[in-house]
């Protein structure tokens, strides 16, 4: 925290001169930062191991616990794996995938896991979950999809990989230079589907950066929030129902939550009960991450007791500007003295404490010509987010006239006699050589009489 505080003295310390005015030579605008305390981490009581509270549009952390421990994700992997398949192939959602024999085959977890164990690590084991994929059996994309994060098919994942990437073993490569490339710096991936393997961890944090960017794929986030899909008829299975595991968005389940918009659920006895879940209302838009929680319920719990904490705060307001209090200042190119200017209005922000805030903001002058009487509308402040999104704006208003010095009215008169003769030289240059022939004309006849005398 030493950085924090030490940016909020030197922040404030600007923003303090700042009300005192500042001086422009021949600049129409300036800017600077007016700095805001940073977040205050919600007060909310969480069971989970590890859990993570963050705001799915600006990344902001309202909460953490453990955020950044590798903890064994289970069937959150799935997250992972859909979002890589739809980067490489959501132009071709239609396209027929076989399954092989290598992708499906599963065995006892004992075998699996055993000292001697050759099988892989994405082997699936007996008991799993699972879409109930045949050998040979052709399904879409679409489908496995699906199947993939509604009913959490273990041999969906499989099948995706050897789809995106050739076989699992060279998925697995790119999934995870895919995480890495997304920010997640702690998650390690051996399998697609999350079934327990020692070196396969992630976090909860790792875990909300994932989901935050798995919700802007269109595809997802329509998945992720559907109840049930009919799965067509395939060549070797009749049509079937996949159901939605994650009660949050099921209506009449025990943990639904209206403002629930997915994601996903997983367990494995290692593991824990885990789960990456998004609500949203008509401010904001937020990622709950739970890892290692002892059972079902606590997940769930846990989850919305983290949603409506955060969705029930309170904003805070600060004023960045005032119009009684503060002066802005711009030294004009030939005037008598400095310009001084007030706010019509009140800057006052709003922010979320759990979140803090960093305001942006810009002075944007008028090109005003000398005089400059009092009451002129002689620019605006302008006020942005950390993410440059306009907040708000207040006209600048002078508090004073600023009289032209006599050199510079001089040069001004002077400009506005050149401007005439350039814009009507035509007429200018008629009324020169009718004078210039008239002249010569009188001087002709005085000549003419000169002789005769």
């Not at 289970?74 to 092989?100: F, G, H, Q, R, W």
């Not at 050998?135 to 995106?164: C, K, P, Q, T, W």
């Not at 968005?249 to 943990?255: L, N, Q, R, S, Y």
């Not at 007429?427 to 009489?449: D, H, M, P, T, W």
Request: net charge positive; proline share 4%.
């Amino acid at each position: 925290m030493p950085n924090s505080v030490l940016m909020r003295i030197i922040c404030s310390m600007f923003a303090n001169s700042c009300r005192i005015g500042f001086a422009l030579l021949n600049a129409c605008a300036f800017s600077f930062f007016a700095f805001l305390e940073a977040g205050t981490s919600l007060k909310v009581e969480v069971s989970a191991k590890a859990a993570i509270l963050l705001n799915a549009e600006t990344g902001t952390v309202l909460y953490e616990k453990n955020a950044h421990q590798p903890m064994f994700p289970a069937s959150i992997t799935k997250i992972t794996t859909a979002m890589y398949a739809l980067e490489k192939k959501s132009y071709a959602l239609d396209d027929p995938v076989m399954a092989t024999a290598d992708a499906i085959s599963a065995v006892h977890p004992h075998v699996k896991r055993a000292a001697n164990s050759k099988h892989p690590p994405y082997r699936l084991e007996f008991g799993g979950s699972h879409m109930g994929i045949k050998i040979g059996e052709v399904l879409s994309f679409r489908v496995l999809l699906y199947g993939l994060m509604l009913s959490s098919g273990n041999d969906a994942a499989n099948v995706i990989a050897e789809h995106i990437s050739g076989n699992v073993s060279q998925f697995i490569k790119e999934l995870n230079a895919y995480v890495k490339s997304k920010g997640c710096l702690n998650t390690i991936l051996h399998t697609p589907h999350g079934l327990p393997y020692a070196e396969h961890k992630t976090t909860a944090y790792d875990m909300a950066i994932l989901g935050k960017e798995a919700l802007k794929m269109p595809l997802f986030r329509e998945i992720v929030k559907t109840g049930s899909y009919t799965r067509p008829a395939t060549n070797m299975q009749p049509e079937s129902l996949l159901h939605q595991h994650n009660a949050l968005v099921k209506p009449g389940a025990k943990f639904y939550y209206p403002k629930a918009i997915g994601i996903k659920t997983g367990y494995t006895t290692a593991g824990g009960y885990t789960l990456v879940a998004a609500a949203e209302d008509s401010q904001r838009k937020l990622i709950a991450v739970l890892l290692g929680c002892e059972n079902l319920d606590q997940r769930y719990r846990d989850a919305i007791a983290l949603f409506e904490t955060a969705f029930n705060e309170e904003k805070a307001s600060r004023t960045l500007f005032s119009k009684e209090f503060d002066c802005f200042s711009s030294q004009i190119e030939g005037g008598k003295k400095i310009l001084q200017a007030g706010l019509l209005r009140d800057l006052i922000v709003e922010y979320y404490p759990s979140e803090g805030q960093v305001f942006h903001s810009k002075v944007l002058w008028d090109n005003n010509p000398l005089p400059i009487r009092k009451s002129d509308k002689v620019g605006e402040v302008c006020i942005y987010s950390d993410r440059e999104q306009f907040v708000m704006r207040s006209l600048l208003y002078a508090l004073s006239d600023v009289e032209p010095t006599f050199r510079h009215a001089l040069r001004e008169q002077f400009k506005a006699g050149k401007k005439i003769l350039c814009d009507h030289h035509s007429y200018v240059l008629s009324i020169i050589g009718c004078v210039l022939l008239g002249s010569a004309f009188i001087l002709n006849g005085r000549r003419k009489k000169t002789k005769q005398s």
